[in-house]
């Protein structure tokens, strides 16, 4: 746990505090070393443990190399074992956590699917010695009226005969 900003031993102070922008740094870079620890313990995501140490730690000693000077020399050590035993304990967590290496599964190619072919529809020619139905309906019962749209239609309709 980090000394908050004012802390130090019981006599008088010898320096200044833990300046409250290293303080806000280095709360926010342990907690992201727990969650990266967390989900590399708890998750085996090894390369969260490697984050730790390549990134999470080197802003943390960035941090801590650019205290300024006249920050107390009790507070200062406090911090720095504290680091070095907080880097032990992640080490010795994360040395249980391997490397999975899985293979993403590979994509099946993409399926062909045919398409249907849709015959299409050819008028009948008449037999030579057949008439079309069509005059053949219109000659029987009276004839026939064309569809509403103005063509056959392909049915004719047949008129009540007159009467």
């Known amino acids: 746990m980090l000394l908050p900003a ?5 006599e008088d102070p010898k320096g200044e505090p833990l300046p409250a922008e290293a303080v806000a740094e280095l709360t926010r870079r342990l907690d992201e070393v727990q969650r990266r620890f967390d989900d590399g313990t708890k998750e085996g995501n090894a390369g969260a443990c490697k984050d730790i140490e390549t990134d999470s730690y080197k802003g943390i000693d960035a941090t801590v ?88 239609g392909g049915q004719t309709v047949p008129l009540p005969p007159e009467g």
């Open 6 to 10: 004012g802390c130090g031993s019981s």
């Open 65 to 152: 190399a650019n205290l300024p000077q006249d920050v107390d020399d009790d507070v200062r050590t406090a911090l720095e074992e504290s680091l070095a035993r907080l880097r032990e304990l992640t080490r010795d967590g994360c040395s249980g956590v391997e490397e999975t290496h899985t293979e993403p599964e590979p994509t099946p190619p993409p399926q062909t699917i045919p398409q249907e072919t849709i015959p299409q529809q050819t008028e009948k020619e008449p037999k030579k010695d057949e008439e079309p139905k069509q005059k053949k309906q219109d000659e029987g019962a009276g004839g026939g009226t064309p569809a509403p749209d103005g063509g056959t």
